[in-house]
């Protein structure tokens, strides 16, 4: 049994919830009606479904996703971190301060913990690198600039 289908079966998700979440995850703001149609279900049941799903966590909030053209201002990089070792909750605290930074995930390899970061010019990049740098724990960064996105899917 795969991990998947044991978390899916523990939060009794259903095909045609996960149906219900593959529309929704192609436009959060479709209309229940016509989500209801796509589906093969009444409205109601549509709506019940997607309040089961919202009230156990499956669904935990919809988001605004700007067009690329208005968040294209600025600098964006990719930084890598290599933390010593069992000081990485409290470099990870330590990072989520900083509003620049979008995302964090812990990796496994040469690195410890890659974080998207967003800063308005080189500069500010710069500095944000140099104020990285301080936190207790951090022992190597790496930054690679994103220059363009050739596919974005979240």
């Given at each position: 049994m795969t991990e998947r289908s044991t978390y899916r079966?523990?939060?009794?998700?259903?095909?045609?919830?996960?149906?219900?979440?593959?529309?929704?995850?192609?436009?959060?703001?479709?209309?229940?009606?016509s989500l209801a149609r796509k589906l093969g279900l009444s409205r109601t049941t549509v709506q019940d479904r997607l309040r089961r799903l919202e009230s156990s966590g499956v669904i935990a909030g919809y988001a605004l996703k700007l067009a690329r053209?208005?968040?294209?201002?600025?600098?964006r990089a990719f930084v890598t971190l290599s933390v010593e070792p069992r000081?990485?909750?409290?470099?990870?605290?330590?990072?989520?301060?900083?509003?620049?930074?979008?995302?964090?995930?812990?990796?496994?390899?040469?690195?410890?913990?890659?974080?998207?970061?967003?800063?308005?010019?080189?500069?500010?990049?710069?500095r944000l690198i140099d104020q990285v740098g301080l936190?207790?724990?951090?022992?190597?960064?790496?930054?690679?600039v994103i220059l363009s996105t050739k596919l974005d899917r979240r």
């Open positions: 079966r523990m939060l009794q998700i259903t095909p045609k919830d996960e149906e219900l979440i593959a529309l929704l995850k192609m436009d959060a703001r479709e209309p229940v009606a053209e208005i968040d294209a201002g600025g600098m000081r990485q909750v409290e470099v990870a605290r330590a990072l989520a301060k900083f509003q620049q930074i979008e995302t964090m995930h812990t990796v496994s390899g040469k690195y410890d913990l890659v974080a998207q970061v967003k800063t308005a010019t080189s500069e500010d990049m710069d936190i207790p724990g951090i022992t190597r960064i790496e930054t690679a």
